[in-house]
DNA sequence: ATAAAATCGTACCATAGAGTACGCTATTTC
DNA sequence: GAAATAGCGTACTCTATGGTACGATTTTAT
């Protein structure tokens, strides 16, 4: 019997591999975001990061792999910001505003768009890749938010409702200012003033609908 | 003095070329929905067109160009699809729904998602298209319907607001379904029962919302 | 010290695809 | 009928780029 070799060797080398991997995906992702899948070239990458093609070649297996994984990461990456959205502790339309503002910010940020629009520009050829930003993001969100809302329906602050069709509603009223028009790329970065506009806008109709 | 030559001359010669134009845009047009920029070929068109390269670059200068005279013309027909959509003869709830579900239906059929992905994927090279594009679509369909809502205020069917922003949020909340999932990419059609439920949903919180 | 692994550097291959050149043909104009 | 015009077909150029090969170099493991 030899000895336990493939099992976890979280070794010296295994750590600098993974170093290795995560400048390859910083750079890739910048990358990406900024110029799309088909304006980001290989090439262009590994000069950027200073090292070899070999070395790209090694960690990902073709140009198609290193995005799904760039796109992976910044995925989650956007769920973990997105996740930060509720802190109830004010009266609920302040608390309401405050997390639609705190989404707007996220989502009209220039790494939220970019990601954004690049999924919505490649979901046809990479319907997995739209899966799981749907699940990180749009659904993740949406479920955190209606988990809230069934508070505040349980405490009589809402009427009694299906929670993620009100969730839904909010969120959708919340990205039908700046964030449709980023989306279409007819502004770079909203004004702040827009940001709230926005916010107070969505919160205000969503209460109206959702009165006890 | 030479004859006036420049001036309006719509001769037979002249109609063949339009002819021809025409048909460069119609097979363009189909490329460029399916496969996005960077998947379309000039060649392909020009192959699938039964003619040859040089007529191609005979009529646009370049595929940036053939592009954007692609998407102004189904910017333009899309307008007019979306322009059919108010027929103002039953109570306020039934015209809104089916408002709605036309709207929902316009948007999320093959051409009209196809075309909205494309603006949102090349959105940052063509600005100007994103402008067109969202002057005839958005934009166009939300004053059309400010225009109604405007009027169903005046007759104290709905509460006094702003008409226009009141036409966001019911556009907004009646695309905040299937449309998303489509821009995604995460369903190819949405089932006809999908479409009436995002519309009734839709109405019914514009509805308590914009109550008198 | 020595072997193995990872990386680097650079040159290279193959393909695709935008755009051009040019001669031939069909249609239109006068 | 002659001249101009539009289009056709085909072959070609040129550049960009994904991906490979390989020997030299550095780092890690034993």
């Given at each position: 019997m030899t000895a336990p070799d493939t099992p976890p060797i979280p070794s010296r080398r295994e750590a600098r591999r993974q170093d290795r991997r995560d400048a390859i995906l910083t750079v890739a992702q910048t990358y990406f975001l900024e110029h799309g899948f088909a304006g980001t070239t290989m090439s262009g990458i590994a000069a950027e990061l200073g090292g070899s093609k070999g070395t790209l070649w090694s960690h990902f297996p073709s140009k198609e792999a290193l995005f799904a994984a760039v796109v992976e990461r910044a995925a989650k990456a956007y769920q973990a910001q997105l996740s930060q959205i509720l802190n109830v502790d004010e009266a609920l339309e302040l608390t309401l505003q405050r997390a639609c503002r705190s989404l707007i910010e996220k989502v009209t940020s220039p790494d939220g768009s970019a990601l954004h629009r690049l999924i919505v520009a490649q979901g046809r050829r990479f319907p997995e890749l739209s899966q799981i930003f749907f699940d990180l993001a749009p659904q993740n969100t949406r479920l955190l938010l209606a988990d809230f809302l069934h508070g505040a329906m349980m405490r009589g602050?809402?009427?009694?409702?299906?929670p993620v069709d009100a969730a839904r509603a909010l969120l959708s009223l919340s990205l039908s200012g700046c964030h449709q028009q980023m989306l279409i790329g007819r502004i770079d970065r909203p004004a702040p003033n827009e940001i709230a506009a926005d916010a107070t806008f969505a919160v205000d109709i969503f209460l109206r609908a959702y009165a006890p």
């Open positions: 602050q809402l009427r009694p409702a299906d």
